[in-house]
């Protein structure tokens, strides 16, 4: 079915013109790690799904969480102003979801970034790739918003039957999106049209001297140092190693200590967690590995 506009609020369904329908089962869906309760865990997560919420959509909220669960959400991407989806309905063809945030314009993201490079505490921390909790001050002294505050900064349409905007489709993709943004806070900035690489170039370019040597001391002091090799030739050709050179090789104390630093999988389709299951992985992988280094192996 081509796609149509759709008034916001509440439709057909809502006042019993015809039951739910039942969606067909999807395989190699996105699956939402909340399994009950509330989506979002960061404030800025939960201030994007009250947008959603505050649509009054009565039961479809309950069956996006649902669909968002089930793994319906086919897939996602994430363009600036702009997110695609593919929702498995109760129809064969998955609806297309089109979701349009309205841009900031340069000359407003200008007077947005001077003011977080004029305040050292916020360019630090978005340069660290933290969202700070009274962000939202800046742009209401600027007469701006970072999240959608009326319904002409969204544009929102389904290819599936239902009248109402936003459906349950369209609230499966909002609840998603939501713990997507847990995971990266700047995809907002994205949608409101500048990415994170230009908003941290531009911090960085901005913001004062001495305020940038902090920050970069600080990222400093989180790494630990790193040995320089006596000699890079036979360090690479892994010949006559020194003594020692390798220091103490144990099993690590904590498993999958690597890729619990990079975070959340980005929209992770499993049904569990993946640091969950690599967790598990590592741990039986790592008494082997020291066994196979240690020329233990049987």
Known sequence: MASKKRQYGYGYYDFGFYPPS????AKGGIKAQNKRGSFGESWWAKRWIEVLESFHIGARL???????RSGQVLSIEVDKGAVKAKVQGSRSTPYSIAIQMKFLTRADWDKLVNAFAAKPIYAAKLMAGEMPQDIEDIFRELDLSLFPSTYKDLSMDCSCPDWS???KHIAAVFYLLGEEFDRDPF???KLRGLSRESLISELTQRTPHEEKSKTLESETNLLPP???PADPALFWKGENALE???GEVRIPLVPAALPKQLGKFPLWRGTAPLL???ESCYAQASPKGLDVFLGEAG
């Open 276 to 278: 969950e299951a690599l």
């Open 244 to 246: 020692g050179l390798f």
């Open 187 to 189: 995809l907002i900035f």
């Open 62 to 68: 309950g069956r996006g969480r649902s669909y968002a």
């Open 165 to 167: 905007n936003p459906c």
């Open 226 to 228: 790193e040995p320089f």
């Open 22 to 25: 039942k969606p067909r089962e």
